[in-house]
T-cell receptor, first 115, second 114 residues
Framework: EPEVTQTPSHQVTQMGQEVILRCVPI?????FYWYRQILGQKVEFLVS????????KSEIFDDQFSVERPDGSNFTLKIRSTKLEDSAMYFC?????????????FGPGTRLTVL | GDSVTQMEGPVTLSEEAFLTINCTYT??????LFWYVQYPGEGLQLLLK?????DKGSNKGFEATYRKETTSFHLEKGSVQVSDSAVYFC?????????????FGQGTRLTINP
């Protein structure tokens, strides 16, 4: 069964460093998303992406964050200069269509630890 | 903005016990409602969904009914198994600025003891 994959499963970085989190969405999906979950808190929407551009972003998704689909299979989240408060689990998701009843398929997540 | 509130966890039950995990929501539009489950080491998987009032979603013995009058979508299962141990997330989906996004509750960790 097709699935969303994410690499790495765990990333440790120093504050101020850039990190790139990678995701491979399901191959026939057109819509892509990033969510994050700070330990003990809710899963929060970060950004949605379609047709090579951002369709919506949350207030969390500031200028330090960017997303890209560099090669038609990968979908990446870049954090330019990490802060301690960026430590969280980051989930990638994808979907075929975009309706309010549509299912999003999630990857297993990347745990980011900023020291 | 839209929000989802789940009952506090963790929840620990014995096998074959009855399960209820409460979920209530607030939304400005007419959302769809979902329960996602996360097994250890895996991503969130859709467990069930309901897209309009009085719809009942069901899967693997779990059920939840979309109650617009009480803005609730409680998850129930009549007889839980050890394999149901996981984290359960209630979520709503609405179209924001034209893009679908999920708004999640805080998750409820369920542990079933044999």
């Amino acid at each position: 069964e097709p699935e969303v994959t994410q690499t790495p499963s765990h990333q440790v970085t120093q504050m101020g460093q850039e990190v790139i989190l990678r995701c491979v969405p399901i191959s026939n999906h057109l819509y892509f998303y990033w969510y994050r979950q700070i330990l003990g808190q809710k899963v929060e929407f970060l950004v949605s992406f379609y047709n090579n551009e951002i369709s919506e972003k949350s207030e969390i998704f500031d200028d330090q964050f960017s997303v890209e689909r560099p090669d038609g299979s990968n979908f990446t989240l870049k954090i330019r200069s990490t802060k301690l408060e960026d430590s969280a689990m980051y989930f990638c998701a994808s979907s075929v269509t975009q309706t309010r009843e549509n299912e999003q398929f999630f990857g297993p997540g990347t745990r980011l630890t900023v020291l | 903005g839209d929000s989802v509130t789940q009952m506090e966890g963790p929840v620990t039950l014995s096998e074959e016990a009855f399960l209820t995990i409460n979920c209530t929501y607030t939304a400005t539009g007419y959302p769809s409602l979902f329960w996602y489950v996360q097994y250890p080491g895996e991503g969130l998987q859709l467990l069930l969904k309901a897209t309009k009032a009085d719809d009942k979603g069901s899967n693997k013995g779990f059920e939840a009914t979309y109650r617009k009058e009480t803005t609730s979508f409680h998850l129930e299962k009549g007889s839980v198994q050890v394999s149901d141990s996981a984290v359960y997330f209630c979520a709503l989906s609405d179209l924001g600025q034209g893009a679908q996004k999920l708004v999640f509750g805080q998750g409820t960790r369920l542990t079933i003891n044999p």
